[in-house]
């Protein structure tokens, strides 16, 4: 088994983050192998983000997303930009709050991250772990509890239990788009 992730959108959406916390989850919780890379655009904030995780049950030889099995994606600009690297029978997952328009290629899942963590929880700065509890619940790629530790270790103290709470709507809103 080897999997290809790209989480993508703008800065200050906590792309790098996601990213980092699935490598740990794997790595560290599920006793896979797992690298991750990453990339930001000329600005800190809102510019262009990239997180790139790569998941295998065998030695990991090239640390580089080609063409990812499963789009994360949070932002309009990500979709446009990174879209036409997705394997043709690969997953997307997007943030059907600041995308509007499903993707024309691949299995699309529409996850409203953003606007359920301002609604729900009231801070959008954890849209992303909704985002990861949905890729969690949707691929199976690592299991809940893996997730769960990795996300606690990651976070900011004081920010667990918001952040928990978070994971588990992502999880809700990825049984709900299995049903």
């Not at 916390?21 to 192998?33: M, V």
């Not at 809102?46 to 030695?59: F, H, L, N, Q, Y």
């Not at 932002?75 to 024309?104: C, F, H, N, W």
Request: net charge positive.
């Amino acid at each position: 088994m080897r999997v290809e992730v790209r989480f993508s959108g703008f800065g200050g959406q906590g792309i790098v983050t996601a990213g980092i916390i699935l490598a740990r989850a794997a790595s560290i919780h599920d006793g896979k192998n797992a690298v991750q890379t990453q990339s930001y655009g000329p600005e800190a904030r809102g510019g262009a983000s990239r997180s790139e995780v790569i998941i295998s049950d065998e030695e990991i030889l090239y640390p580089k997303v080609l063409n990812p099995d499963i789009f994360v994606v949070m932002s309009g600009q990500a979709m446009q930009k990174y879209i036409r690297d997705l394997k043709k029978d690969g997953t997307v997952i997007y943030d059907s709050s600041l995308i509007k328009t499903p993707p024309e290629r691949g299995k699309a899942f529409a996850v409203p991250a953003t606007l359920l963590a301002k609604r729900e929880l009231g801070k959008t700065i954890v849209a992303n772990i909704i985002m990861l509890g949905a890729l969690t619940s949707i691929t199976g790629i690592v299991s809940r509890e893996a997730i769960e530790k990795a996300v606690l270790e990651s976070v900011p103290k004081g920010t667990e239990e918001l952040n928990k709470k978070a994971l588990h709507m992502g999880f809700e809103q990825g049984d709900g788009l299995l049903r």
